[in-house]
C-alpha cells in the first residue's frame, strides 16, 4: 500500500509540473505581448515596460518559468530596489491592475466557495444516490419512471436559468428567501444558512440528476450479479440485499464522478456565483476575464487543475476502503 501511495503522489507531482508548464506557456509564450496583455484594456507604455521589466519578459521563456516556480516554493519579488513588491510563498502571481497579490485574492474568497461546493455536494449526493437506488428498486414502476422524468428535467435545464428563476420565485415573488449577501456565519448562522440555500440547489440539481441516473444503472446491473442471487436465496431482507450488497458495489463510479466534480467546483462554481454575486472563486474568476486580468485567470486556472489532481489521488485512495479488491490490487 505504501509502495502505490508513493507512486500516486509522484505521478500526482508530474501531472502538476506539465500542467503549470502548458498553462504558463498558453499566457506567456503563445500571447502576442503578454505585459500588455496583464497590464490589462487601458495602460500606458511606460507601465507596459515597467511589467515587462518586474516579470523579466526579456528573459528566455524557461528562465521566466523557473521564476514562476520559484514563486511557488520561495516567493519572489516583482521589481527592484524600494520600489520591489514581495510575494510570499506560494505565490501564483501579482495582480499589476489591482496591485495585490493573487494569492491573497484567492485566500480571500476561497473559503465562500469551498461553503459552496460543500452545501451542494452534499446536496447532490443524497438525492443522486437516495433518488437512483428508489429507481432502481422500483425499476419499471410508476415511482421509477417519475424518477426518471425529474432527473431528465434536471439535465436539461441549464444553471443560470434556474438560478434565475428560483431567484425570482423565492426571493422577489414569494419572499420566501433573502437575496444572497455576506453576513459571516458568526453573526447570524441562521441568515448565513438561509443566504445560501440557492446556490445550493441551483449546483446541486444538475449534478444530482446525473447521480440519480448513474447509481440507478448500477444498482440495476449489481442486482443481476450471482452473489446478490445468493444473499436473496440464504433468505436476507430486501433491505440488507440492497444496502449490503448492491449499493456498495455500486459506489464505486459515483466515487470517482464525486471526487472530480467537488474538485472542479472548488476551483469555482462562475456562473452561480456570478448569477447571486457571491464573492468565492468563481466570480473573481468572472471579473478578472471582463477586465482582462490575466495573472488571476492564470492562478485560478492552476488552481482547478490542483483541485482536480489532488481530488483524482483521494478517490483512488478512497478505493480501497469501499471496494476490498482495490487493497489487494495496492498491494500486489
Known amino acids: 500500500m ?28 503563445l500571447a502576442p505581448d503578454p505585459a500588455v496583455q496583464i497590464c490589462g484594456k487601458t495602460c500606458t ?127 422577489v415573488w414569494l419572499q420566501w428567501l433573502p437575496f444572497p449577501q455576506a453576513v459571516p456565519f458568526a453573526d447570524d448562522p441562521a441568515q448565513w444558512f438561509l443566504n445560501f440555500i440557492l446556490p445550493w440547489t441551483v449546483l446541486a440539481v444538475g449534478y444530482a440528476s446525473s447521480y440519480t441516473r448513474l447509481t440507478r444503472a448500477n444498482v440495476i446491473d449489481t442486482l443481476g450479479e450471482n452473489f446478490v442471487r445468493t444473499a436473496r436465496a440464504k433468505g436476507l431482507r430486501p433491505d440488507l440485499v440492497w444496502r449490503r450488497h448492491a449499493l456498495r458495489p455500486a459506489l464505486t463510479p459515483i466515487v470517482t464522478i464525486a471526487g472530480m466534480d467537488f474538485a472542479g467546483l472548488l476551483g469555482g462554481a462562475l456562473i ?19 477586465k482582462n486580468d490575466q495573472p488571476v485567470i492564470m492562478a485560478v486556472t492552476l488552481l482547478a487543475a490542483f483541485f482536480v489532481v489532488v481530488g483524482n489521488m483521494a478517490v483512488d485512495l478512497l478505493y480501497s476502503a469501499i471496494d476490498p479488491r482495490v487493497r489487494v490490487g495496492a498491494a500486489s
Open 45 to 171: 507604455p511606460e507601465r507596459i515596460d515597467q511589467i515587462r521589466a518586474n516579470l523579466s519578459l526579456d528573459d528566455p521563456f524557461l528562465v521566466q518559468f523557473l521564476h514562476f516556480l520559484q514563486g511557488l516554493f520561495l516567493g519572489r519579488d516583482y521589481g527592484t530596489g524600494a520600489s520591489a513588491v514581495h510575494c510570499s510563498a506560494p505565490c501564483l502571481g501579482y495582480s499589476f491592475q489591482s496591485a495585490q497579490s493573487v494569492t491573497d485574492m484567492i485566500v480571500q474568497r476561497l473559503p465562500v466557495t469551498a461553503v459552496v461546493a460543500i452545501g451542494a455536494a452534499v446536496l447532490w449526493l443524497l438525492a443522486g444516490v437516495v433518488g437512483g437506488l428508489i429507481s432502481a428498486v422500483r425499476e419499471g414502476r410508476f415511482t421509477d419512471k417519475f424518477i426518471t422524468s425529474l432527473t431528465l428535467g434536471g439535465m436539461s435545464v441549464p444553471n443560470y436559468v434556474l438560478a434565475l428563476v428560483l431567484q425570482y420565485v423565492f426571493v
Open 2 to 29: 505504501a509502495r502505490y501511495l508513493v507512486h500516486r503522489v509522484f505521478g500526482m507531482l508530474v501531472v502538476l509540473f506539465l500542467v503549470s508548464l502548458f498553462t504558463y506557456m498558453v499566457f506567456f509564450l
Open 272 to 290: 452561480t456565483e456570478s448569477v447571486f454575486g457571491i464573492n468565492g472563486v468563481g466570480k473573481l474568476a468572472a471579473d478578472s476575464i471582463t
